[in-house]
Every structure is written in C-alpha cells, then in structure tokens.
C-alpha cells in the first residue's frame, strides 16, 4: 500500500500520471477512491494525486479526539505535499476536502497553483448555529453507535441521493 509518513501519521495515497501535480482533497463521506472519474481524466496530462485523509482507512485512524482539528488536516496535507516532493500543486477540494484546500490556500499559498473549491461554505453563514447543532446531534449518534448509526441517513440525503441517481458506482 502506497503510504507516506505526514504531521506524524501514516496517509494512504494514490497517484497516477506525470507533470504538474492535481491534489484532491476528499469529502466527510468520501475518501481517496471518490475521485476516481477525476482522477481517470486528469492522469493523461497531470500527476494526478488522491489520498485518503486522517481518520479515513486505510490511512492512520487515531483513537483520541484531540488527533482530530482542521489546523491537523492542513499539515497533514502539507506533509503530504513534502513526502511526495512537490512544491506546487494544483489542488481541488469537494465539502469538508474543499475546506482543507482553501485553508491550506490561505496558509502557504506559495505551494498552491491554483485552488478548486466545490460544496463549500455550508454553516459558514447565516445557517451557522444550525450547522454547529446538527454537527453535534451527528457526533453524538456517531459515539453512542458508530458511523452505521449515521450511514442511513448521511447516505440518502439530498445530496447523496442525487449522486445515487446519477453515478451508482460512485455512490456505493
């Protein structure tokens, strides 16, 4: 399995092509096999890279909470950037990878060509105080019965439905 060793954890990674590195940046409810349809198109004129974050197999999963925080996620993506030896990369982020993508933007800019950031923002408005509740009501039902107590319902939201209909593959 191909893994790197970043910000002190072990991150699965996946990488087809050569040229000027794409980095994406996965979901909440994905992990480095969700880009694959991007990755399948990119990988004839790029270095198409694709990994699975902290906390998503088969990249290091760390028992205690405090393993956990968007400021982690940055560095682990720099750390990535730094084992596999590029200095600048195109990036692209969907959701919770979008996030990551445009923080570590913001932080070395000087690493990124360029940042692609898609289903952003949500709970980051006027919607915050509901975001921040269900965030919460989600986190406890993840601890009291693991993610299959959420899967259900994360799996047939609106937006995941709409991928269902779209793309089966994708959505399994």
Not at 129 to 139: T, W, Y
Request: net charge positive.
């Amino acid at each position: 399995m191909p893994r790197v060793r970043a910000n002190g954890i072990n991150l699965y990674h996946e990488e087809a092509g050569s040229g000027i590195p794409v980095v994406f940046v996965h979901e909440f409810g994905g992990d480095w096999r969700s880009w694959e349809p991007k990755v399948r198109f990119f990988y004839s004129r790029y270095r198409a890279i694709t990994f699975s974050a902290r906390g998503y197999l088969p990249s290091d999963v760390p028992d205690s909470p405090e393993a956990y925080s968007q400021e982690l996620q940055i560095e682990d993506l720099k750390g990535l950037f730094d084992a596999l030896k590029i200095d600048r990369a195109h990036l692209c982020g969907l959701s919770m990878g979008s996030y990551t993508t445009l923080l570590f933007g913001v932080k070395y800019p000087q690493r990124a060509r360029s940042l692609t950031i898609a289903g952003s923002g949500y709970g980051s408005g006027k919607n915050r105080e509901e975001f921040h509740q269900r965030v919460a009501q989600m986190a406890d039902q993840m601890l009291r019965g693991g993610m299959k107590a959420i899967s259900e319902v994360y799996a047939l939201s609106p937006a995941r439905v709409q991928l269902q209909n779209k793309n089966p593959r994708a959505w399994e």
